[in-house]
Each structure stands twice: as C-alpha cells, then as structure tokens.
C-alpha cells in the first residue's frame, strides 16, 4: 500500500543534540513537507522540497535543516540551534501531477527535550 | 504568499444542527484541501477541490469552493459527537508546491 511513514512515532532529544526526524514516501510524489505543530495550535511550515537535491525554507526554518537526495525520503534534523524543539512533526507530500491531487501526512513524530 | 485564513476558530454546536466553516485565501490557488484531525493525532485527508464551483460530499460533511471570491466552505449536516475534530483547509499555490494551512477550526459537537 501507498503512505508516508514517519519514523520514530516518540524521540526524545538532550540539551545540546542534534536529531533527525525520518519522512519517507512511495506515493511518487515530487513534493514534500516539514510541518511544527504546538499543543492546541496550527501547523507551521519549516521546508518544503519540490524537486530531488532542492528545497526551500518555510516560515520558521532557523535551527532546522533537510536534504532531499532521493525521491521518497525528506529527513528533517533538528539542531541544537533550535532552542524550543518539543512539538509534534508531521510530514506531507503531494504531486503536481492533475491525476495524482492528494495531499498525504505521515503519522507524526512527538519530540520532547529531556 | 497565499494566505488561508478560517473561520471560526473554535464552534460548539449541539447535535442535529448544521453549521459552516469559512475557508478565505489571499491569491490564486491550484487546489484546496480539507483535513480532519483527531487530539494527538495526524491529519486525515477529507477532500480536494480542484475547480470553481466544486462540490464534494462525504456522509455529513459536504464542501465547495469558489474561486471567483477565494472562498471554500466546509458545511456539517445534522451534526453528531463524532464529527468533533479539529478541521484545517489548507491551499496549494499556483506557482511552485508550497502547501499553506489556515489556523483551524475546533468543532465540539454537544449532546
């Protein structure tokens, strides 16, 4: 079956770590998302990628970063530049494509800082 | 930028009752997406708009979308407990893949 898996579903990250958040997809969508949601909030944009080897800063990108060098996977590490990291992550894709129109999440990943 | 803004951002209703969810957006947008989210879960999609004067339905749950005025609506029939969620549209931009939310909108259905 087709979907987007999120890996690990739980990280828990030290003062001072890095960490990367897994996205991968077999839906053969061009495009994929970072998304940051806080408690009770809505989903904030921190990369896209429209493309393989491209992808561009959302809203709040500082203290993220991606690579994009396969198709099916976007993985998202968060620095310890990023000062508040605990939130949940979800990861989306989607395809220019006019008979491909929908938009996926994975199943998200809950980040707390211990 | 697109902008997507909803409204309302928080609706209690009682069971029975219909009710609409407004979806604005700011610019010309390839597709307009409705979501449902569950408390601790992800998003689970509803439906995707394509073309002016869309309409889908899906059990009590039916949406539009005018792209003339940039709006999408979201309208509950004869709502029930289970339809309590979180409901996001979000929208796709014309140029480029960027796929931008609106805040939100938390339905609590009443007995």
């Known amino acids: 079956d087709g979907g987007i898996t999120q890996s690990p579903k739980y990280l828990f990250r030290k003062e001072g770590q890095n960490v990367t958040l897994s996205c991968e997809q077999n839906?053969?969508?061009?495009?994929m998302y970072w998304y940051r949601q806080d408690p009770g909030q809505g989903l904030r944009l921190i990369y896209y990628?429209?493309?393989?080897?491209?992808?561009q800063k959302g809203d709040i990108a500082e203290g993220y970063s991606v690579s994009r060098e396969k198709k099916e996977s976007f993985p998202l590490t968060v620095t310890s530049a990023q000062k508040n990291p605990t939130a949940f992550y979800l990861c989306?894709?989607?395809?220019?494509?006019?008979?491909?129109?929908?938009?996926?999440f994975g199943q998200g990943t809950r980040l707390t800082v211990v | 930028e697109l902008k997507v803004e909803q409204n309302p951002l928080f609706l209690s209703m009682q069971e029975g009752k219909n009710y609409t969810i407004y979806c604005n957006y700011s610019?010309?947008?390839?597709?307009l997406y409705w979501y449902r989210q569950d408390p601790g879960k992800s998003l689970e999609s509803l439906f995707v708009?394509?073309?002016?004067?869309a309409v889908k339905q899906e059990g009590r749950l039916m949406a539009s979308l005018d792209t003339k005025a940039r709006l999408s609506t979201l309208h509950i029939t004869a709502a029930v407990h289970d339809l309590s969620a979180t409901y996001f549209c979000?929208?796709?931009?014309?140029?480029?893949?960027?796929?931008?939310f609106g805040e939100g909108t938390q339905l609590t259905v009443n007995p």
């Open positions: 979000a929208g796709l931009e014309t140029s480029g893949s960027r796929l931008t």
């Open positions: 610019t010309t947008s390839d597709r």
């Open positions: 708009l394509l073309s002016n004067g």
């Open positions: 989306a894709s989607s395809s220019p494509d006019i008979l491909n129109t929908e938009a996926f």
């Open positions: 839906l053969n969508h061009d495009a």
């Open positions: 990628s429209q493309i393989v080897n491209d992808f």
